[in-house]
C-alpha cells in the first residue's frame, strides 16, 4: 500500500459551543485519515511546546502516524474557534496559525532524505512552506498541495508549477468556471490531476483528457459534524489512486512491448477515478459521523500541560 507523508500545519479547533476542543490541520488530518485506512503514514511539520501541542502529538501519536521528524518548538499552536450560531458554524482563526506560520518548516537535505521513503506527499496552503514545494517535486515525490477556498487564479499559476497534483474548494463558483481553473492547472500550469470539491454538488475532477464528476452519498443525511470532511475525501481518493496506479506498474515490469492499447489505458484511468471518487466520498460521510476532525476531544478547562 502507498505511503503516505503530510507535511506542514497542525491546529486545535476549539469548539466555543460545546467547550471542546479536537486536533487536526490539514496536513494532520491526511495523516491521521491515511491511517485509519491501513496505510503507513507520518506527519512533518512544526508543533509548538504548548498544552495544544502536547495534545495534537499524542493524538496523532496514538493513531500510529510516525511524527519522529517533527519539530518541537517554544511557541504557540494554531487555533481555529469553532462557533455555532443558529446552526451555522463560523470558524475564526484566532492567532494566525501560531508557530506555524510564524516559524515555516524548512526542507534541509537530511528532511528530504527521509521524505523519499514514502510513495506521496501531501502539503496546503495552510502549511506556509510554499518556497520549499520545489524541493519536494524535484526529489521525484507525487507532491498533492491543497488551496483550500484560499486561492485565486494567480495563486494556482504561481504554486501549480511546484506540484503534482492541485486540490481546491470549489466554493459557490459554477461548474463551467471552475472546470476552466482545473483546464488550467493542468494543461497550462503541469499538474498531473486537478480536483475541486464543491459540498452538495459533490467534486469534479481532470486529468487533461476528461473531466469526471460525482455528487456525495446521503448528502442530506445526519451529520455530527463536518469538520475535515474535505480532507478525508481527499486522503481516501489519492491513496486509492496512488495504489492502483502502482498495481500497473507491477503489471509492467519490465516489458519492452506495451501489453494493453492505449484506449486501454484510458479506460482503466476512467474506471480508477471513478472508484477513487467513489472512495472518497465514502470516507467523508463516514466523517461526517464523527465528532471534530477524527475526534481525541478535550475540554477547554484541561489542566496546564
Not at 521513503?117 to 510554499?130: G, K, L, Q, R
Not at 496506479?245 to 484510458?266: A, C, M, Q, S
Given at each position: 500500500?502507498?505511503?503516505?507523508?503530510?507535511?506542514?500545519?497542525?491546529?486545535?479547533?476549539?469548539?466555543?459551543?460545546?467547550?471542546?476542543?479536537?486536533?487536526?490541520?490539514?496536513?494532520?488530518?491526511?495523516?491521521?485519515?491515511?491511517?485509519?485506512?491501513?496505510?503507513?503514514?507520518?506527519?512533518?511539520?512544526?508543533?509548538?511546546?504548548d498544552c495544544w501541542g502536547k495534545v495534537i502529538l499524542?493524538?496523532?501519536?496514538?493513531?500510529?502516524?510516525?511524527?519522529?521528524?517533527?519539530?518541537?518548538?517554544?511557541?504557540?499552536?494554531?487555533?481555529?474557534?469553532?462557533?455555532?450560531?443558529?446552526?451555522?458554524?463560523?470558524?475564526?482563526?484566532?492567532?494566525?496559525?501560531?508557530?506555524?506560520?510564524?516559524?515555516?518548516?524548512?526542507?534541509?537535505?537530511?528532511?528530504?532524505?527521509?521524505?523519499?521513503?514514502?510513495?506521496?506527499?501531501?502539503?496546503?496552503?495552510?502549511?506556509?512552506?510554499?518556497?520549499?514545494?520545489?524541493?519536494?517535486?524535484?526529489?521525484?515525490?507525487?507532491?498533492?498541495?491543497?488551496?483550500?477556498?484560499?486561492?485565486?487564479?494567480?495563486?494556482?499559476?504561481?504554486?501549480?508549477?511546484?506540484?503534482?497534483?492541485?486540490?481546491?474548494?470549489?466554493?459557490?463558483?459554477?461548474?463551467?468556471?471552475?472546470?476552466?481553473?482545473?483546464?488550467?492547472?493542468?494543461?497550462?500550469?503541469?499538474?498531473?490531476?486537478?480536483?475541486?470539491?464543491?459540498?452538495?454538488?459533490?467534486?469534479?475532477?481532470?486529468?487533461?483528457?476528461?473531466?469526471?464528476?460525482?455528487?456525495?452519498?446521503?448528502?442530506?443525511?445526519?451529520?455530527?459534524?463536518?469538520?475535515?470532511?474535505?480532507?478525508?475525501?481527499?486522503?481516501?481518493?489519492?491513496?486509492?489512486?496512488?495504489?492502483?496506479?502502482?498495481?500497473?506498474?507491477?503489471?509492467?515490469?519490465?516489458?519492452?512491448?506495451?501489453?494493453?492499447?492505449?484506449?486501454?489505458?484510458?479506460?482503466?484511468?476512467?474506471?480508477?477515478?471513478?472508484?477513487?471518487?467513489?472512495?472518497?466520498?465514502?470516507?467523508?460521510?463516514?466523517?461526517c459521523m464523527v465528532k471534530g476532525s477524527f475526534g481525541?476531544?478535550?475540554?477547554?478547562?484541561?489542566?496546564?500541560?
Amino acid at each position: 500500500m502507498a505511503r503516505l507523508v503530510g507535511i506542514g500545519d497542525n491546529v486545535v479547533d476549539l469548539n466555543y459551543t460545546t467547550g471542546i476542543a479536537y486536533p487536526g490541520g490539514n496536513c494532520v488530518n491526511v495523516a491521521v485519515f491515511g491511517r485509519m485506512l491501513h496505510h503507513e503514514t507520518a506527519y512533518v511539520g512544526k508543533i509548538a511546546k504548548d498544552c495544544w501541542g502536547k495534545v495534537i502529538l499524542e493524538a496523532v501519536r496514538e493513531m500510529g502516524v510516525d511524527v519522529s521528524r517533527c519539530e518541537l518548538e517554544k511557541g504557540e499552536t494554531g487555533r481555529c474557534g469553532i462557533h455555532l450560531t443558529d446552526g451555522d458554524r463560523k470558524i475564526v482563526e484566532e492567532n494566525d496559525a501560531g508557530l506555524v506560520k510564524a516559524k515555516p518548516l524548512k526542507i534541509t537535505e537530511e528532511l528530504l532524505t527521509y521524505i523519499r521513503t514514502f510513495d506521496v506527499a501531501h502539503s496546503s496552503c495552510y502549511s506556509h512552506i510554499e518556497s520549499e514545494l520545489k524541493k519536494i517535486k524535484d526529489a521525484g515525490i507525487p507532491l498533492l498541495y491543497d488551496f483550500s477556498d484560499e486561492w485565486t487564479e494567480e495563486v494556482l499559476k504561481a504554486i501549480c508549477p511546484d506540484i503534482t497534483m492541485a486540490f481546491f474548494s470549489g466554493k459557490d463558483l459554477p461548474e463551467k468556471e471552475l472546470k476552466r481553473y482545473l483546464g488550467q492547472c493542468v494543461d497550462e500550469y503541469g499538474c498531473e490531476l486537478a480536483v475541486t470539491t464543491i459540498g452538495g454538488r459533490g467534486a469534479i475532477v481532470y486529468n487533461g483528457r476528461k473531466f469526471y464528476t460525482k455528487p456525495p452519498y446521503n448528502y442530506g443525511g445526519p451529520v455530527v459534524d463536518t469538520t475535515g470532511a474535505g480532507d478525508s475525501w481527499i486522503t481516501a481518493f489519492i491513496c486509492t489512486f496512488f495504489d492502483n496506479r502502482n498495481y500497473l506498474e507491477l503489471l509492467k515490469g519490465n516489458l519492452e512491448d506495451p501489453f494493453v492499447k492505449e484506449e486501454d489505458i484510458h479506460d482503466m484511468e476512467d474506471c480508477l477515478l471513478e472508484y477513487c471518487m467513489c472512495q472518497g466520498n465514502l470516507l467523508a460521510r463516514k466523517n461526517c459521523m464523527v465528532k471534530g476532525s477524527f475526534g481525541y476531544g478535550v475540554t477547554f478547562a484541561e489542566p496546564e500541560m
